[in-house]
C-alpha cells in the first residue's frame, strides 16, 4: 500500500455479470492480465506469490485501501482467475468497513467448505469467470454424464466449446462445486 498511494478505491461490483461486463467493454476480452487490471483499476493492489504455506489467499483492507495475496503453485490461468475473482468478492464485503482481513484456509478445510461465506465469494468467482451461467453450465454437465464424475472429464470441453466458455474455467467451478 505505501509503494501504490495513487490508487483510488473504488466501489467493488456485487454482480458478477456487472463485473464480467465492465471487464468486456474496457478490456475486450476476460484474461488473467485483464481481470488483474481491472482489479487494480478498482485501487485494489493484487500480489500473486507461488509458493507454499500459511494461507492459500487473502484479502486485507487497511484505512480503506484493499490488498488481494493469492498463493499458487498450479500455472493454470483459470485457478488464479477463480482466485482472484473469490478475493475480489471478499473486497466487496462490508465495503462501510474501513478494516478487514481474510486469510483462506485450505480448500479441504472443512470450516471453509461449510462456510456461506466462502460459498458465496466462490460461485461469485464461477459466476464471473463464466459470464454468470456457473450453474447453468454445472446442470448441462451433470444432464450430459447422467451425473456419473468420471464422465465429466470428455463432457466438459464439448460443453465448453458448445457454450462458448472456457473448458478450464469450467472444469475449475466444477471442481469447486
Known sequence: LQVTPNLVAEPVPREPVAAANAIAATYGQLSLRTALEYVWSLGIVVLPLQDTGAFHGAFWRIRNRGVI?????????????????????????????????????????????????????????GNVVLSGRAEELVALVVNETGG??????????????????????LANYLAFR
Open 69 to 125: 495475496v493469492l498463493k499458487q503453485q498450479t500455472k493454470s490461468e483459470a485457478r488464479w482467475l477463480f482466485d482472484l475473482f473469490h478475493e475480489l468478492w471478499h473486497a466487496g464485503e462490508e465495503a462501510d468497513q474501513p478494516e478487514r482481513t481474510i486469510l483462506e484456509l485450505p480448500e479441504t478445510d472443512p470450516e471453509r467448505r461449510q462456510s456461506d461465506e466462502e460459498q458465496r465469494a466462490s460461485r461469485f468467482a
Open 148 to 169: 456419473e464424475i468420471p464422465r465429466f472429464k470428455a463432457a466438459v470441453p464439448r460443453i465448453a466449446t458448445r457454450e462458448s466458455v472456457s473448458a478450464a474455467s
